[in-house]
């Protein structure tokens, strides 16, 4: 079995987490990892070691991984490339496996029950109607639980809910229904009267005369559709657990030649067997003919389904589970016993995102101590004789150079990243030029200190500037 990890939250909760966590890291890394780069040059120059430029390019992201080497020819930033390559994979794996794998999964499980059709144990000597709610609750929830995987049966409690699958702790035992292997034929005008006595003579009715009968009529007089059942109890008695018996027409049609397929139905559920002795089997089947009638064919010209059988022993079982609840759909189980089993929804996180979230924190957390590695070096590095300046004018990455092209360009006084800003660069005939912005009186004479190689306004007053 695959190793996933099952969490109770929901799906959508669970990959914005890790959403929220993968996006996190990887907008730090960038900082960290552009660290890295500054402390790794200036440790290096500090131990009065040369480095060639295409280490100082600082962190990369993006499509510069990869297009920055084929311009220079060479790896930018050292090891730390591989670094970079393996951040943005790392970030588009994460994103894709969380996108994909975290699923919404349904796994067997106890649900809260709420209210519903309880069998609370005490029943009254009745008729059961099959044309309640109860009735309609009892049977989808055989549908729904099987549909859902679960067991099928005598529920001791059941509702409207869709994810309900039952699980052995539900099922009280169940009706079993067999064939009895010997199918009779009777031509399409045989009376009924005459097929029950035939049936009676073969010994798949009881001998009571107390069987129920039901039969699709047609304008012709053919009809189709016949159903013969009874109960092994007397007429109208109670007090007892009963069998049925049951004979059902296979085929479709009024002309079609009928076969009657009979049928032992027994309950196997001995704790029950008091809700059983607490029907009017006889009334009861009598009312549930058309019941059963509807339940085995699909519609006018339809033969009986496959599965007679399980819907014979599906329909006694709802008939046990409305008697038992006294036909009442608003019960409340005891404490203890007021969960039933159901499809619970999980969050399946699999082995795959699992590796991903620890390789990544690793990766985030080594460049973390690469950097703090890098730091203490450079803390303790040898003293030098331009100390201050490699701590401080260093150029890595693009507001570097920047910044270092300023320095570069003769300007006085203390440059930084915010002069930026106030410059401009341009090409006036075939000149490239870097000059204050909008310089104002007060700037002039700043600008007339620069090397004049690099300015073309030397001398210029603001009006000569401006109008240059």
Not at 167 to 189: H, T
Not at 271 to 300: K, R
Not at 315 to 344: F, I, K, R
Request: glycine share 8%; with cysteine.
């Amino acid at each position: 079995m695959a190793i996933a990890l099952e969490l109770e939250t929901t799906s959508d909760k669970v990959r914005l987490a890790l959403r929220i966590y993968f996006t996190v890291i990887f907008l730090l890394l960038p900082f960290l990892g552009n660290q890295c780069c500054c402390y790794l040059a200036k440790h290096k120059l500090l131990t009065k070691k040369r480095i060639t430029l295409n280490s100082m390019t600082g962190w990369l992201t993006g499509f510069d991984v990869v297009k920055v080497p084929f311009s220079l020819r060479s790896l930018p930033a050292g090891w730390l490339w591989l670094a970079m390559i393996l951040s943005g994979a790392l970030a588009l794996a994460g994103d894709l496996a969380v996108s994909f794998f975290v699923q919404k999964v349904q796994v067997p499980g106890r649900c809260p029950f709420g209210t519903g059709l309880v069998l609370d144990g005490t029943p009254f000597l009745q008729v059961t109607p099959p044309n309640g709610a109860p009735y309609f609750v009892a049977a989808q929830a055989q549908v729904t639980s099987q549909l859902n995987g679960g067991m099928t049966g005598i529920f001791l409690k059941a509702n409207r809910d869709l994810n309900f699958r039952a699980d052995a702790s539900d099922v009280a035992g169940s009706w079993n229904c067999e064939n009895v292997g010997n199918d009779l034929s009777y031509d399409p005008d045989t009376d009924t009267d005459n097929i029950v006595d035939d049936l009676l003579n073969h010994g798949y009715l009881y001998n009571d005369g107390n069987y129920s009968n039901c039969v699709s009529n047609y304008a012709d007089g053919s009809y189709s559709h016949y159903i013969a059942w009874d109960t092994s109890v007397g007429n109208e008695q109670g007090g007892a657990p009963f069998n049925v018996r049951a004979s059902i027409d296979l085929t479709a049609n009024g002309s079609d030649t009928k076969v009657m397929r009979s049928f032992l139905c027994q309950m196997d559920a001995p704790s029950l067997e008091y809700i059983l002795s607490a029907i009017i089997s006889a009334s009861t089947l009598n009312q549930w003919c058309f019941t059963l009638q509807g339940s085995v064919y699909d519609g006018m010209g339809t033969p009986a389904a496959a599965n007679t059988s399980t819907i014979l022993e599906s329909l006694l079982n709802t008939m046990v589970m409305v008697a038992g609840s006294n036909n009442n759909l608003l019960q409340t189980p005891q404490q203890g016993n007021d969960t039933q089993g159901c499809n619970a929804p999980r969050t399946i996180v699999p082995l795959v995102v699992i590796v991903l979230f620890f390789v990544i924190t690793a990766f985030a957390v080594s460049i973390l101590a690469y950097l703090v590695v890098l730091m203490i070096l450079t803390a303790h590095a040898p003293a030098h004789q331009h100390e201050e300046d490699i701590k401080n004018k260093t150029p890595i990455g693009l507001l570097g150079w920047m910044t270092q092209a300023l320095r570069e360009s003769g300007l006085q006084g203390k440059v930084s990243a915010q002069d930026l800003a106030t410059m401009e660069f341009g090409n006036n005939d075939g000149r490239e030029y870097l000059r204050i912005a909008r310089p104002h009186a007060s700037e002039v004479q700043a600008l007339n200190t620069m090397d004049p190689t690099q300015n073309p306004y030397l001398g210029s007053t603001e009006e000569e500037y401006e109008r240059y």
